[in-house]
């Protein structure tokens, strides 16, 4: 990583920045100088972003009432490449596209609107319901000599009662309800505040919103008006489809749009006088040569590239060969190196295939493993990031085969089984070294040793670190009367499950005991006085053995989950092959075959790649990384659905 | 009493079986319960919590395949079982015990954990790789339960 400042004239900003934004090599920091001026971009960038989301909303809109839906396999394909120039040309028509966008946006506005129009017609329509029964209109108030009462009384008013308190009153119920009576009531003219006054406290309230229609007109003029408002939901919804075909476009406006909020992000980190600006910035040392001359060559520039300072926030960019580089995700997952870290990708790459297959270990998903990431390596055009853990799954497929092919289990014992069932035949094992069900013990004692390896690796890093800082008596204490320890106790260990030669376990004894009086003399030698210092020692070697033990035991997970998954196959060829009808066998063995291996590759694919994560993390990481680096964040493309093409000769 | 034996072993398969089981359908369900709130809100993170949810569901594998492992053994699932004395029986039904044990209390442990992780994909979707390796953690012990369990089976003298 390399400081980079650029020296060049206001007028060719922008095209600078979108030169450099296409690259997306720089990291653009903010200038803390105070003698220069700052723009201020702020209200730029939210609109761009503002028009954003709403451009997306309406894309959601289109795509929901269009009904196609942005699959899992648009995600293999890559993005949609551009040419700068067919960008610019492209970039013309925004406004347009920007236009229909908003069009979309009002036609789903009037749909809600809508909608919630016919919702409160709808709850209208049905209180009108409990009325169709009175045939008089809704606001009716009775005729010249009589009074009109209408509305309802809580269920279970006795209404003979009523009649008889009263004389001269006429009651019509309208319709019984659950929960209350509709009622009519007629009284004469002198009577009405006396019968208004009893129905009141039977507890009658009167109808409200009253019309002078009836209560059947009232509901054919709601049904019409929803009706309408469904034909005019529908019409909007046709003018929403016919903006089908334009989803590329709404893509297209989506990323402009990003991208120029990214620009003027980072426009508005720029230090400015009234003719010229600088950026400064980080940039990778590989890329800094190509860049500088680049921009040399187009515009009146001056760069100069510096090493960056100590106390200098530098990002991390993690940069690794084509082995270990598509482990490099499982890195950025846990932290990235922090200043002085070594960088743990190339470390545990080997072993994060090596566990990998192990814990997944069968020969037959293995292969499907690799012929799918070669199929989506070749055939469709992953983005890096993607094609980075396809190429990490191929790798990680090879290993599987490997062990697969050393335990003998393709696809569990699909082998045996139909060989035995259809064609008569034993043919007894594959495995090209063994079974691991006929000796568990003995892969159990290898999964710990490939574990002492992993562990020790990780020491050794933290042993090279240290010595290079200079810390050369941490780097010896710390690491030697560890591995004397842990090789003299293994054997030892290994005792108690297999008969171990007497020679090695007495060898044994004696370098633990080294091991372990090295570490109760070092371990407490950053306290000052002598006893101190001793039980320092004694904390010291409690936490090594209680440490490494777990950590040791912890790699059972390689033996535990590879047997899971060839168990589980052979349960699956178990479960298929057990009709005795050959017919039926036929049928149910391939119909369980290719549904439940694809399952059982799919929980124990998941299983492998998370066991393998915190292998690397819980067991190897503690050993030597701190992480907690910050990552490098160009000013890039950082697009959804394009990408751009860049003709290196161009001009 | 020799069927007595037969009897006890087939106690311990079922026992693998039926309490990992619980566990992990408990678990499956807590994780479900957090993981159908995010998805109500943006469906897009449906992926991310379907693998949270998937993470205590292994104990019910582990129970599962203990089981099979058990009756195979013990011949019942190859047609002619095994003749087996009083202790051997109470032998293979302890082998049920660590996975059948440590899979329920493990499956529902894992299964809160990993429905905390929702709360990660649902704030920080890009984050969700901590909120697995966390609830990863819990399975360890299910996994040297599972050990112990294959171990008892395969070291008990027939």
């Known amino acids: 990583m390399q400081r980079i400042e650029i020296v060049a004239l206001l007028s060719d900003s922008k095209k600078i920045m979108e030169r450099l934004q296409r690259r997306g090599i720089v990291e653009v920091s903010d200038c803390t100088e105070e003698e220069f001026v700052k723009l201020n971009t702020a209200a730029s960038i939210q609109t761009f972003e503002q028009a954003r989301a709403k451009v997306e909303k309406a894309l959601e809109i289109l795509r929901d009432v269009t009904g196609d839906k942005a699959s899992l396999l648009a995600s293999l394909k890559g993005k949609r490449e551009y040419i700068p120039d067919d960008f610019g040309k492209k970039a013309a028509g925004v406004d347009r596209a920007l236009q229909k966008a908003y069009d979309i946006l009002d036609d789903q506005k009037r749909i809600a609107d809508c909608k919630s129009r016919i919702a409160k017609l709808t709850v209208l329509r049905d209180s009108l319901a409990a009325w169709t029964a009175l045939d008089v209109p809704m606001n009716c108030k009775g005729t010249s000599r009589t009074n009109a009462l209408i509305g309802s009384l809580p269920a279970g008013t006795d209404l003979e009662k009523l009649r008889e308190q009263t004389e001269d009153v006429y009651i019509e119920v309208v319709r019984k309800m659950k929960t209350q009576t509709n009622v009519f009531v007629l009284c004469r003219k002198e009577k009405e505040q006396e019968t208004y006054d009893l129905l009141r406290r039977n507890g009658f309230s009167a109808l409200s919103g009253t019309t002078g229609k009836t209560a059947t007109e009232r509901i054919g003029e709601i049904e019409k008006e929803i009706a309408d408002l469904g034909g005019a939901i529908d019409d909007r919804l046709a003018d929403i489809r016919d903006h089908d075909g334009m989803q590329k476009d709404l893509e297209f406006v989506i990323d402009y749009l990003g991208m120029r909020a990214d620009k003027y992000k980072a426009l508005g980190k720029l230090g400015m006088t009234r003719e010229t600006f600088v950026l400064t910035g980080y940039i990778p040392k590989k890329y800094a040569p190509a860049l500088v001359r680049e921009l040399d060559r187009k515009y009146r520039v001056a760069i100069s590239l510096f090493a960056p300072e100590a106390d200098d926030d530098v990002p991390v960019l993690l940069e690794n060969n084509g082995f270990s580089a598509p482990v490099e995700g499982i890195t950025e997952m846990y932290a990235l190196p922090a200043k002085g870290d070594v960088d743990p990708t190339p470390v545990m790459a080997f072993f994060y295939y090596l566990f990998f297959g192990m814990m997944l270990s069968d020969a037959g998903y293995g292969v499907l493993m690799v012929l799918f990431t070669s199929l989506v390596l070749r055939k469709g055009k992953p983005e890096p990031k993607m094609r980075k853990t396809m190429k990490m799954f191929l790798y990680c497929g090879i290993s599987t085969v490997f062990w697969g092919a050393l335990f003998g289990s393709w696809f569990g014992d699909a082998v045996q089984v139909i060989a035995r069932d259809w064609f008569g035949r034993e043919i007894g094992s594959l495995a090209l070294w063994f079974e691991p069900l006929d000796d568990p013990i003995r892969l159990l004692l290898f999964s710990f040793g490939l574990g002492i390896c992993h562990l020790f690796l990780g020491l050794s890093v933290n042993f090279y670190k240290l010595w290079k800082a200079g810390q050369k008596l941490d780097a010896v204490c710390d690491v030697i009367p560890v591995m004397l320890t842990v090789l003299g106790v293994a054997p030892m260990a290994a005792g108690i499950l297999v008969t171990v030669p007497p020679v090695v376990a007495s060898v044994g004894k004696y370098v633990a005991m080294i091991g372990v009086i090295l570490v109760v003399l070092t371990a407490g030698r950053s306290s000052k006085s002598i006893p101190m210092r001793f039980f320092g020692g004694i904390y010291g070697l409690y936490n090594i053995a209680t440490g490494y033990l777990s950590d040791i035991l912890s790699y059972s997970r390689l033996l535990a989950l590879g047997l899971a998954t060839g168990c589980i196959a052979s349960v699956i060829n178990l479960i298929g092959a057990m009709p005795q009808n050959m017919v039926v066998k036929t049928v149910l063995f391939i119909l369980v075959f290719l549904v439940a291996h694809p399952a059982n590759i799919a929980i124990n694919l998941l299983g492998a790649y998370v066991h393998t994560d915190r292998l690397q993390f819980v067991e190897l990481f503690s050993k030597f990384y701190e992480g907690g680096g910050r990552a490098f964040e160009p000013l890039e493309v950082n697009t959804k659905y394009i990408k751009f093409r860049e003709e290196q000769n161009n001009e | ?158």
């Open chain 2, 1 to 158: 009493m020799n069927s007595l034996g037969l009897a006890l072993a087939i106690l311990g398969a079922a026992l693998a079986a039926l309490l990992a089981g619980i566990g992990s359908a408990k678990g499956v369900g807590l994780v479900g319960e957090a993981a159908a709130g995010v998805v109500s809100v943006d469906p897009t993170k449906f992926s991310k919590v379907l693998i949270l949810q998937l993470l205590p569901g292994t104990q019910g594998l582990y129970g599962l395949l203990i089981a099979v492992l058990l009756l195979s053994r013990i011949g019942v699932l190859g047609g002619g079982a095994l003749e087996l004395t009083l202790s051997q029986g109470l032998m293979f039904l302890a082998s049920g015990l660590p996975i059948g044990v440590v899979g329920l209390l493990s499956g529902i442990a894992q299964g809160r954990a990993a429905a905390a992780g929702v709360g990660i994909v649902a704030k920080k979707p890009e984050q969700n790789g901590k909120g697995i390796i966390m609830a990863a953690m819990v399975e360890t012990y299910a996994i040297l339960a599972l050990l112990i369990s294959i171990l008892i089976i395969y070291n008990i003298a027939l």
